[in-house]
């Protein structure tokens, strides 16, 4: 069994279109014979738009990122996973990423990653040996506490729970195509009320390798092209999000 661990604050209306795309995943994999669910780690909105999807909820005030993952990861391990998989609520996956499952033992990453925004498509390639993610982490090789990441952890949370996990997984890398893997943003970098950790300008400088700019048919080429419409209406400019 999959879970998918999500924490969650604000930007309701991309959260929205975020789970229901999960949702989509989670319907995908079981029509060919996996299950899985989604645990939200949220305390305002989005913990009612999760149960509304069928998804488990975890209600926790909004603290250091490190803590809500651990909160959902163990949450998960206790419930059945046998992979789990951290995704945040601004980010689709193509459900090819996650089928067939790994080998027992065998962490699965990716070194592709995309950013959206109403207007352009960024193109990323980490280089770090861990990659971007998604990390679909086996379940037996979590802590005894079932929980891998630095509690205080407001960043990097990624790199902290690898470094959490016991020893005797190996890695592998599915690279599928550039759109597997992407994050929403918020049109222009504003981030006022619309909270996120790295903006498009940040992480493209850094790890960028190509932009498009035709986004909705791109990525509706990979999902469906009505969510996709509706994920970058969410991160519009024009668009008020609530506080």
């Known amino acids: 069994m999959i879970y998918f661990v999500t924490p969650a604050w604000q930007r309701f209306e991309l959260t929205a279109v975020v789970?229901?795309?999960?949702?989509?995943?989670i319907d995908w994999l079981y029509n060919r014979g996996v299950d899985a669910q989604c645990v939200v780690v949220a305390d305002d909105a989005n913990a009612d738009t999760a149960k509304a999807l069928g998804f488990d909820v975890l209600r926790r005030k909004n603290y250091a990122l490190g803590r809500?993952?651990?909160?959902g990861i163990e949450y998960a391990a206790l419930n059945g996973a046998e992979w789990i998989v951290p995704i945040g609520s601004d980010s689709f996956i193509d459900p090819s990423y996650l089928f067939p499952l790994p080998e027992p033992l065998v962490l699965r990453s990716s070194r592709l990653y995309a950013l959206a925004e109403p207007?352009?498509?960024?193109?990323?390639?980490?280089?770090?040996?861990?990659?971007?993610?998604?990390?679909?982490?086996p379940r037996s090789r979590l802590?005894?506490?079932l929980r891998p990441s630095a509690e205080y952890r407001k960043r990097g949370v990624d790199s902290s729970t690898i470094k959490g996990l016991r020893r005797g997984w190996t890695r592998e890398m599915v690279d599928l195509h550039p759109w597997q893997y992407v994050?929403?943003?918020?049109?222009?970098?504003?981030a006022e009320g619309h909270p996120q950790l790295n903006s498009y300008n940040k992480l493209?400088?850094?790890?960028?390798v190509g932009e498009e700019y035709?986004?909705?048919?791109?990525?509706g080429e990979f999902y469906p092209p009505r969510l996709v419409e509706r994920a970058l209406a969410a991160c519009s400019a024009s668009v008020e999000v609530a506080a």
């Open 183 to 190: 994050a929403f943003r918020r049109e222009g970098g504003r």
């Open 204 to 208: 493209y400088g850094r790890l960028g």
């Open 68 to 71: 809500k993952f651990n909160d």
């Open 19 to 25: 789970l229901e795309q999960r949702r989509h995943v």
């Open 143 to 145: 802590p005894s506490t």
């Open 119 to 137: 207007g352009r498509l960024a193109r990323l390639r980490v280089k770090t040996a861990m990659g971007a993610g998604p990390y679909m982490i």
């Open 214 to 219: 035709e986004v909705a048919d791109r990525l």
